[in-house]
T-cell receptor, first 112, second 114 residues
Framework: AQSVTQPDIHITVSEGASLELRCNYS??????LFWYVQSPGQGLQLLLK??????LVQGIKGFEAEFKRSQSSFNLRKPSVHWSDAAEYFC??????????FGGGTRLMVKP | NAGVTQTPKFQVLKTGQSMTLQCAQD?????MSWYRQDPGMGLRLIHY???????DQGEVPNGYNVSRSTTEDFPLRLLSAAPSQTSVYFC?????????????FGAGTRLSVL
């Protein structure tokens, strides 16, 4: 069965600092990988996705993620965090149909 | 273009009551899903549908019922509400082909069962 682990429940960074959110997955084949962001009281918005090809993918809002097959990881990065990035971030894995499995989420807080 | 619309946004039920959470999408998507979100557990799939008249169970289907009579609508029914069903519920839809795994989410329904 597929699973997703986000080891960090909470992360606090200063505005302007770099960010890396960790995601590890377990899946028997090459997975489809996603990062979603959820602002308070809102639904989920897709940040970026990996299906195949280039292992470094670019998303919206200046985010990027790198797929590392050897480490079963798909970490999300941003070089300079803005206060508006404070939200909860979810990593997800999927393959067939729309069966997505989500990690538990990482809540990001940004210090001024 | 409204995307995925969920109603109501908030609901309080008493144990044993039944209700239906509504979900509608206007993107002509074949795939629709219901998830529940609980703290620290991310989103868990309740039921999903790959087209009108076709539904299947996800990870946590017990206590919920779905049907898909049209492409646009995918209601979720709570048959006899229990406090364990207190959660935030999200409906999602996705298209066909390679993009079928790109899911678009509604704003959610926050449900409390007393």
């Amino acid at each position: 069965a597929q699973s997703v682990t986000q080891p960090d429940i909470h992360i606090t960074v200063s505005e302007g600092a770099s960010l890396e959110l960790r995601c590890n997955y377990s899946y028997g084949a090459t997975p489809y990988l996603f990062w979603y962001v959820q602002s308070p009281g809102q639904g989920l918005q897709l940040l970026l996705k990996y299906f195949s090809g280039d292992t470094l993918v670019q998303g919206i809002k200046g985010f990027e993620a790198e797929f590392k097959r050897s480490q079963s990881s798909f970490n999300l990065r941003k070089p300079s965090v803005h206060w508006s990035d404070a939200a909860e971030y979810f990593c997800a894995v999927g393959r067939a149909g729309n069966m997505l499995t989500f990690g538990g989420g990482t809540r990001l807080m940004v210090k001024p | 273009n409204a995307g995925v619309t969920q109603t109501p946004k908030f609901q309080v039920l008493k144990t044993g009551q039944s209700m239906t959470l509504q979900c509608a999408q206007d993107m002509n998507h074949e795939y629709m899903s219901w998830y529940r979100q609980d703290p620290g557990m991310g989103l868990r799939l309740i039921h999903y549908s790959v087209g009108a008249g076709i539904t299947d169970q996800g990870e946590v289907p017990n206590g919920y019922n779905v049907s898909r009579s049209t492409t646009e609508d995918f209601p979720l029914r709570l048959l006899s509400a229990a406090p364990s069903q207190t959660s935030v519920y999200f409906c999602a839809s996705s298209g066909q082909g390679l993009v079928k795994n790109i899911q678009y989410f509604g704003a959610g329904t926050r449900l409390s069962v007393l």
